[in-house]
């Protein structure tokens, strides 16, 4: 995050059905850029990642209006954005001569901030 007095706008969610790895390579790509180029790069992502990244995207700039009065989305900057890991979920399966593996699903939790770019 930059200086004190910057405009900070973030959004997040939590306990998301993917792994962080899986949300960090998306994240990696879009950190630093203005919000029109990555809403672009985004779109155009094959992964599962950049669609909720994007609703999130949505939302920090939307949050970033309502806080801020910035209209145009074009002088917002992403500042942060995060994937951290949330708790998994433990779940078995059957195998065979009546054992069970142990499978875990896990969770992440996002964090998207944005900040008005200074000219």
Do not use: C, W
């Amino acid at each position: 995050m930059s200086t004190s007095n910057a405009l900070i706008a973030q959004s997040k969610q939590k306990y998301i059905l993917m792994s962080p790895r899986k949300m960090r390579r998306v994240l990696d790509v879009i950190r630093g850029k203005r919000v029109v180029e990555a809403y672009d790069i985004l779109r155009m992502m094959p992964y599962k990642a950049s669609e909720v990244i994007l609703k999130k995207l949505i939302e920090a700039v939307s949050n970033a209006r309502v806080k801020f009065g910035v209209e145009d989305p074009s002088v917002l900057l992403i500042s942060a954005a995060t994937a951290d890991e949330g708790p998994a979920y433990r779940r078995f399966k059957p195998r065979a001569q009546g054992r069970i593996y142990r499978r875990e699903k896990p969770t992440s939790h996002l964090t998207i901030a944005v900040q008005v770019k200074e000219s």
